[in-house]
């Protein structure tokens, strides 16, 4: 377990400095705007729809 536990101190302190250096910054974002569920699961066609328009990614068979 210990070997667990100091990689995840590790990450907490370079986040940490970063954040406090301004490098980087957290922010809250609620479950309908995480744009990383298309990688991530599978979605229902209208959640993936607008999951890919929000990206920008354009639907393959539009494309000529």
Do not use: C, P
């Amino acid at each position: 377990m210990h070997s667990m536990t100091k990689h995840i101190e590790i990450r907490h302190y370079f986040l940490r400095d970063h954040v406090l250096k301004g490098d980087s910054w957290i922010e809250f974002i609620d479950s309908e705007h995480q744009l990383a569920d298309i990688f991530t699961k599978s979605l229902a066609r209208d959640r993936l729809f607008f999951i890919r328009n929000e990206l920008g990614i354009l639907d393959a068979s539009s494309i000529e």
